[in-house]
């Protein structure tokens, strides 16, 4: 019986060594191309990107053996694009570039974007991803569509323009001196924690809005959808038109 015992404990060991063995070799790591001079980056399909500043260019692709076969990476002039698996195990993407002017993404996975700093941002999120940034730069237009998350953290600039439709969610930090929000659909936004003097607001449909300005807030409010402003501006105009509202705090 204990031998028994011992000769089954012994192939079970082996059993679970060979299996770690192969997940260990279906994992793949592999460099693809890209240079100096890719200031823009676009994704689609399922992958994760890691997207931060460095002096040297670099993309670095890993993933599982299905999922790795399914990733293209391309860069023609100024843009790189890196498609991903259309369903499945997602791979992921570390990609270093010295500077950075716009990210497009009609992905399911996540990606972060640090250390980068500028004049102009432009970002672009569709589809059900997420994306979080995290530099420092003048002016940052966002667009967020389809049912994705859009957190900008740290921001430290002149202003932000931002986008949302469909049923996404835009979250923001830091301070400015102004931000204008078009916000349709069923999306909604947490701006209290960033700090700017004015703040223009067109809502329609049925989203929430959440910001704060310390000297004025221009607010239009067409459809379902609320406001609650902190910081008790000064200069208030408000439109509502529908069964929409206001709240100040």
Known sequence: ???????????????????????????????????????????DGAIDLRLRQG???????????????????????????IGGPARGARARADLT????????????????????????????????????VNCTY?????????VGSLDLEGVLGEGIELELRGAGY????????????DLGGLGGLDAHQF???SVNIDLNGLGNATVMARQSARLRLDGMGS??????PANRSVRVEGLGKVSWK
């Open 170 to 181: 835009a979250r923001l930090s830091g301070r400015a001196k102004w931000l204008k929000a």
């Open 1 to 43: 019986m204990q031998f028994f015992h011992a000769g089954a404990l012994a192939a079970a060991l082996t059993l679970a060594a060979a299996a770690s063995a192969g997940a260990a070799d279906d994992h793949l790591s592999e460099t693809r191309s890209v240079d100096a001079n890719a200031q823009r980056v676009r994704l």
């Open 227 to 232: 406001v609650i402003v902190y910081g008790k």
């Open 97 to 132: 570039l010295p500077a950075l002017r716009e990210v497009s993404s009609d992905n399911v996975g996540f990606t972060e974007v640090s250390g980068f700093a500028g004049d102009e941002l432009d970002l672009s999120l569709e589809g059900a991803g997420s994306m979080r």
């Open 55 to 81: 002096a040297v260019p670099s993309l670095v692709i890993s993933g599982g053996r299905r999922a790795m076969s399914a990733v293209t990476t391309e860069q023609h002039g100024d843009t790189i694009s």
């Open 195 to 197: 700090q700017v003097d």
């Open 138 to 146: 003048r002016v940052v237009s966002a667009s967020l569509g389809g």
